[in-house]
């Protein structure tokens, strides 16, 4: 399932983007703090529908905002995981 991450780093204040590069079945999207293992995000991605997450969902983990992330992506043919960096 290709996927695109981004801006990655990203930066205090920015939202992050993630978008499908080509067709697939809808897929699931949850966002998990990598030092907390906290869940801070989890939403639908579809081909059509790139998701834009507001930088103030990570501002709410229990952690700083600042850190790793890890960014799983998964639907019922495969799963793609990817880090994702917060300055």
């Known amino acids: 399932m290709p996927i695109i991450v981004y801006p990655n780093p990203t ?3 920015l ?3 993630i978008k499908m590069t080509s067709y697939v079945d809808p897929a699931y999207v ?3 703090n990598l030092v907390t293992g906290e869940r ?4 639908k991605l579809e081909f059509s529908n790139p998701l834009s997450i507001d930088y ?10 600042f850190g790793i992330y890890n960014v799983k992506v998964f639907n019922k043919k495969s799963v793609v995981n990817e880090k994702l960096i917060m300055r």
Request: hydrophobic share 30%.
């Open 11 to 13: 930066l205090k204040g």
């Open 15 to 17: 939202p992050v983007n």
């Open 30 to 32: 949850e966002i998990t």
């Open 40 to 43: 801070v995000f989890t939403g």
């Open 56 to 65: 103030s969902v990570f501002t709410k983990s229990k952690g700083s905002s």
